[in-house]
């Protein structure tokens, strides 16, 4: 985990670009097409990243939508922002679409963006199925309906997502958790973390049997998710623990989360062939803070809280900061 950003500027760091034969690719690549061999219009699109330098969020998908103008960048500002590569320009590419097309643009990036290995002088049309290159990162172009794009999301699914509960698994967390760390501390954002695990699960185990204690798993975490925003990240990080990453999220506004999971999980009884079991849960909370290096700090100040949950009869939010206490339930 590196530390304090150094603030200098990454832009003239070179790579170099590999050897092609082919010509460099027009800034506008027109091509004239009848009726017949015209592809229908598009109206989603995806690029998956294939390649990163440091083998960070493979797989991971990025949708396209009509009218909405993607940047790919080391800024926040980016919508795919990857402050680790310094490769990368602060915002290097863009992609949108034009008609039924998806265009790549260059913007003046130091280390240039590439199309199947050809150099975009400033524009290109991009099919599906292309490979783009954006400083040492490539990505996958594919449209929705390409039944290559179905393949990558069963395979992505297969390597982030947890088999029981089918929410992220301890491997897509810790990536996620490192990213958000780096981007939080460099553009001095918000970042928080919830860590829960179910009291007393032994016991749901050892009365009511592993199927009930599987099937309580998956209830928990399905509540969980219907609560949870679709940037926070929901994940399994084994046996009954669980997580949740909030980015540009203030320690409040993280409390107020756990109070509303807490409060819901413990309402109602999750029922199981005829047996209703009441499950509660214990919360650890933490913020990002100066004085934390690295994201594993962070972590550890929520499982310190989630330990002094526990230890204090369980059903409750333990918060990190030592100005702010405990809430009990």
């Known amino acids: 985990m590196s530390g304090e950003d150094s603030g200098e500027s990454t832009d003239d760091f070179e790579l170099q670009r590999p050897d092609s ?25 995806n690029i998956i990243l294939i390649a990163h330098p440091d083998h960070k969020m493979l797989g991971s998908r990025f949708r ?40 790549i643009e260059d913007l003046h990036s ?36 390409d039944p290559e794009d179905a393949y990558y999301r069963a395979i992505y699914s297969l390597v982030v997502r947890d088999g029981l ?17 780096l981007r939080a501390r460099r553009y001095r954002r918000a970042l928080s973390l919830i860590l829960l695990d179910i009291d007393s699960f032994k016991d749901v185990n050892d009365s009511c049997g592993h199927l ?13 998710s219907e609560l949870t925003r679709p940037e926070q990240i ?52 933490g913020s990002l803070d100066g004085t934390m290096g690295s994201s594993d700090a962070l972590f550890v100040a929520c499982d310190r809280a989630l330990y002094r949950s526990k230890q204090s009869g369980g059903n409750r939010v333990t918060t990190s900061a030592s100005d702010v206490g405990p809430k009990t339930h």
Not at 212 to 224: F, I, N, P, S, T
């Open 21 to 45: 034969d082919s010509s460099p690719t027009q800034a506008w690549q027109e091509h004239e097409q009848g009726e017949s061999d015209r592809e229908a219009p598009v109206e989603e699109a």
């Open 64 to 103: 396209l939508q009509p009218s909405v103008d993607f940047r790919i960048g080391r800024s926040n500002t980016a919508d795919v922002s990857l402050p680790e590569v310094l490769s990368l320009s602060r915002l290097h590419a863009r992609l949108f679409f034009e008609r039924d097309q998806v265009i």
């Open 110 to 145: 130091t280390n240039g963006t590439l199309v199947n290995d050809e150099p975009v002088l400033s524009r290109r049309v991009l099919n599906s199925g292309d490979r783009f290159q954006v400083g040492a990162v490539h990505f996958k172009f594919l449209h929705e309906r």
């Open 165 to 181: 509960t089918e929410i992220f698994n301890r491997r897509k967390f810790e990536e996620e958790m490192e990213r958000e760390f």
């Open 212 to 224: 009930c204690g599987d099937h309580v798993l998956k209830q928990v975490a399905r509540r969980a």
């Open 234 to 285: 929901l994940a399994r990080l084994g046996g009954d623990e669980m997580a949740v990453l909030c980015p540009e999220t203030p320690l409040e506004g993280a409390i107020r989360l756990a109070e509303r999971l807490r409060t819901n999980l413990a309402s109602t009884a999750i029922g199981y062939s005829g047996i209703e079991v009441a499950v509660t849960c214990s919360f650890g909370v």
